[in-house]
Nanobody, 124 residues
Framework: QLQLVESGGGLVQPGGSLRLSCAGSGLSLAYFAIGWFRQAPGKEPEEVSCISDSGGSTNYADSVKGRFTISRDNAKNTVYLQMNRLKPEDTAVYYC?????????????????WGQGTQVTVST
């Protein structure tokens, strides 16, 4: 069974940066596409980014394109989300999720494995 643990969240000022990590255990992440999603208080969950199992394909939501970068190190069984030029509207709980069919889609139902989330707060 795959387990995912996110880390790296915190409080940052607007314009700052954070790097989130999604560490896998139990199975190798090399066989999974990994997606990052976020949910702000009172809002529906939204997709942020995804990366294919090999790292050869990535997708980004329009709201983060050019500011966020997803990457992976399969040797470390970890996927990263580098977040730059953060805005207050990026404040949310960020979750990583794994898809064994490597679809790298925006459909949350296609990700059977989820982490517990990490809080990102962008504020002065």
């Amino acid at each position: 069974q795959l387990q995912l643990v996110e880390s790296g969240g915190g409080l940052v000022q607007p314009g700052g940066s954070l790097r989130l990590s999604c560490a896998g255990s139990g199975l190798s992440l090399a066989y999974f596409a990994i997606g990052w999603f976020r949910q702000a208080p009172g809002k529906e969950p939204e997709e942020v980014s995804c990366i294919s199992d090999s790292g050869g394909s990535t997708n980004y939501a329009d709201s983060v394109k050019g500011r966020f970068t997803i990457s992976r190190d399969n040797a470390k069984n970890t996927v990263y989300l580098q977040m730059n030029r953060l805005k207050p509207e990026d404040t949310a709980v960020y979750y990583c999720a794994a898809d064994p069919k490597n679809r790298c889609s925006w459909y949350r139902d296609e990700y059977p494995f989820w982490g517990q989330g990490t809080q990102v707060t962008v504020s002065t």
